[in-house]
Nanobody, 125 residues
Framework: QLQACGGGLVQAGDSLRLSCAAS????????MGWFRQAPGKEREFVAT????????YYADSVKGRFTISRDDAKNTVYLQMNSLKPEDTAVYSC????????????????????WGQGTEVTVSS
């Protein structure tokens, strides 16, 4: 089970940190990712982090503003979002994808096995 939290209503330029706590799975064996879905749009990839935490990958739209990290001791993945823009408004969901390799990451949703419920982020202009 994946439980995301940390969303809210903020103004453009503000920051938020999303958290996603995992339970019932061997967290350290999973690639973790964040996706988002804006109203009326398809779900899109945001960020991913490898099992080791040593490799990350971001969508171009968030690169340089968002940072994904993980704490395996807490079975938690984070998404630090800075310089938020109105176009970042969406429901953000975390996902876990099983991986053998410690340096692998996934940026397509079909590689993820488990999904959490979303947390809503609204950025006002």
């Amino acid at each position: 089970q994946l439980q995301a939290c940390g969303g809210g209503l903020v103004q453009a330029g503000d920051s938020l940190r999303l958290s996603c706590a995992a339970s019932g799975l061997a967290f350290s064996f999973y690639v973790m990712g964040w996706f988002r879905q804006a109203p009326g749009k398809e779900r899109e990839f945001v960020a991913t982090i490898s099992r080791s935490g040593g490799r990350t990958y971001y969508a171009d739209s968030v690169k340089g503003r968002f940072t994904i990290s993980r704490d395996d001791a807490k079975n938690t993945v984070y998404l630090q979002m800075n310089s938020l823009k109105p176009e970042d408004t969406a429901v953000y969901s975390c996902a876990a994808g099983a991986s053998v390799g410690s340096s692998t990451y996934y940026y397509t949703d079909n590689r993820y096995n488990f999904w959490g419920q979303g947390t809503e982020v609204t950025v006002s202009s």
